[in-house]
């Protein structure tokens, strides 16, 4: 019997129904809706948008769930979640 070392070092073997993959989710009710968003500026994709000083919006077809945006986002509203 192969010794399992996804079991032993507690990562999930490669055969899992869980794919992994996350995409960005925009909790707008968190965001104070009062400054334009830094992370707005800092898609490499242009994938977020701002109207005003509203909630940004994600365009998933540009998308490419790097993350970088959650970085800049003090108030948490943009986190990477599974799918």
């Known amino acids: 019997m192969p010794f399992d070392f996804s079991r032993f070092f507690g990562k999930k073997a490669k055969d899992d129904s869980d794919s992994g993959i996350k995409t960005l989710v925009v909790k707008s009710h968190k965001c104070p809706q009062s400054h334009r ?26 998308c490419t769930s790097c993350g970088k945006c959650t970085r800049y986002c003090a108030f948490k509203v943009l986190t990477m979640e599974k799918k």
């Not at 992370?39 to 365009?59: D, E, F, S």
Request: proline share 12%; charged share 10%; net charge positive.
């Open 37 to 62: 968003c830094p992370a707005v500026r800092v898609c490499p994709t242009g994938a977020l948008t701002q109207k005003g000083n509203a909630a940004p919006t994600v365009n998933y077809s540009k």
